[in-house]
């Protein structure tokens, strides 16, 4: 795996329309700047992404976790998503955050029964992406269903493919959207 970059953010919310939150709410996204093995090829074997997928999953949800500056057992919520350079396919981006990708940020999140929201799409250097976010262990918890924005101002190049993991502590700041009874 041939790794540019990673770029890691991170976000506490303290106030949101001038009222003090009280409480921790953070959210933090690592994303990688990987080399496209598959770049210039149209249909064929995806079977590389898919190893590729499980190798940085990991990685990405470790420096997240400690950009986000909690235990793990504290992480609530998670995201993820890929963004593939225009000499890819959107089929790139599914073989390497779906079918392998998943297990590795569980074990960093320790538990995860739910499934790891996802967005996917192509895009030229400084493409945005919004990263969906949901409960780790309850996707049907409403609070926690939030996003966060990913940018990268020079990727991904056309043989590139920029992947993300988002994790959350806190919900939103003062949800109160309740499921119907």
Not at 132 to 143: A, L, M, R
Request: proline fraction near 6%.
């Amino acid at each position: 795996m041939q790794v540019r970059k990673y770029v890691v953010t991170s976000e506490e919310v303290l106030a949101e329309q001038g009222r003090l939150t009280g409480r921790t709410v953070r959210r933090a996204v690592c994303s990688a700047v990987i080399a496209n093995p598959l770049a210039g090829q149209v249909g064929g074997e995806l079977t590389e992404l898919e190893t590729l997928g499980a190798e940085i999953s990991g990685e990405l949800a470790t420096r997240a976790l400690a950009a986000l500056g909690v235990a793990a057992h504290e992480v609530t919520a998670y995201g993820k998503g890929a963004i593939v350079g225009t000499n890819g396919e959107i089929e790139h981006a599914a073989a390497l955050i779906h079918p392998r990708f998943g297990a590795p940020v569980r074990k960093v999140v320790v538990k995860g029964d739910d499934i790891i929201p996802s967005t996917k799409k192509i895009g030229a250097p400084g493409a945005h992406i919004t990263l969906p976010i949901t409960n780790k262990d309850d996707i049907w918890s409403f609070d926690e269903m939030d996003a966060i924005d990913v940018w990268i101002p020079d990727a991904p190049m056309p043989d590139e493919i920029v992947v993300s993991v988002a994790l959350a502590v806190g919900g939103r700041p003062f949800a109160r959207t309740k499921k119907p009874s």
